[in-house]
């Protein structure tokens, strides 16, 4: 079973001359968002904050983490794509899911995506998640952007990425649709 790190490691690194390896950055951003450190400034505090146990639990050559503006660079231009591959490949093997078991399936925009706020149908990105109600772990993500997807499709997909099998599905009642829209397709699911 391989970490996290190595699956993040697994992320091309768009950058041409990097300071710190982008499964860094990336693990910085990860612990400071579980930590509710949410924002660029917000993660900054955290790294300044925990910046000498980091260094060492990481055993980083650098006397210095990370700055805002490295962490905002990369964030920016990450392949969020990329990441969630490396993510639902972690979390697939880390945290299986048993028969029986029950399963979260939600969209959550991301607040800083959204554009077009005068317009009645804004543009924005949504994460698609599925979350394990026993254990409290996200086992599987997938991102949409709300003018190319609808989030049945979404959710479609995600299963299908999961192949979960016999287990109790949550989710909002726009799944309950008996004609999907145009944008969703028609997927199989067995149990």
Same mark, same amino acid.
């Given at each position: 079973? @391989?970490?996290?790190?190595? $699956?993040?490691?697994?992320?091309?690194?768009?950058?041409?001359?990097?300071?710190?390896?982008?499964?860094?950055?990336?693990?910085?951003?990860?612990?400071? +968002?579980?930590?509710?450190? &949410?924002?660029?400034?917000?993660?900054?505090?955290?790294?300044?904050? $925990?910046?000498?146990?980091?260094?060492?639990?990481?055993?980083?050559?650098?006397t210095r983490l990370p700055s805002y503006s490295t962490i905002r660079r990369v964030m920016v231009r990450i392949d969020f794509l990329e990441l969630t591959k490396a993510f639902n490949a972690w979390a697939s093997e880390t945290f299986g899911v048993s028969l029986s078991e029950q399963v979260a399936?939600?969209?959550?925009?991301? =607040?800083? @995506?959204? !554009?077009?706020?005068?317009?009645?149908?804004?543009?924005?990105?949504?994460?698609? @998640?599925?979350?394990?109600?026993?254990?409290?772990?996200?086992?599987? &993500?997938?991102?949409? $952007?709300?003018?190319?997807?609808?989030?049945?499709?979404?959710?479609?997909?995600? &299963?299908?990425?999961?192949?979960?099998?016999?287990?109790?599905?949550?989710?909002?009642?726009? $799944?309950?649709?008996? !004609?999907?829209?145009? =944008? @969703?397709?028609?997927?199989?699911?067995? +149990?």
């Open positions: 079973m @391989s970490s996290l790190i190595e $699956h993040l490691q697994q992320i091309r690194d768009f950058r041409t001359q990097p300071r710190y390896p982008l499964w860094v950055v990336l693990v910085l951003v990860l612990m400071g +968002t579980m930590s509710n450190c &949410l924002g660029y400034r917000a993660l900054e505090d955290f790294v300044e904050r $925990h910046q000498k146990a980091l260094l060492e639990l990481m055993e980083l050559p650098q399936m939600d969209g959550k925009s991301i =607040k800083a @995506s959204v !554009k077009d706020y005068d317009n009645a149908y804004q543009d924005f990105v949504s994460v698609v @998640s599925a979350f394990r109600i026993q254990q409290g772990v996200v086992v599987g &993500l997938q991102p949409m $952007h709300n003018r190319q997807e609808s989030e049945i499709a979404t959710v479609q997909s995600l &299963l299908n990425v999961l192949q979960l099998k016999g287990v109790c599905f949550s989710m909002d009642a726009l $799944h309950a649709q008996k !004609k999907p829209s145009s =944008k @969703s397709s028609t997927v199989v699911m067995t +149990t």
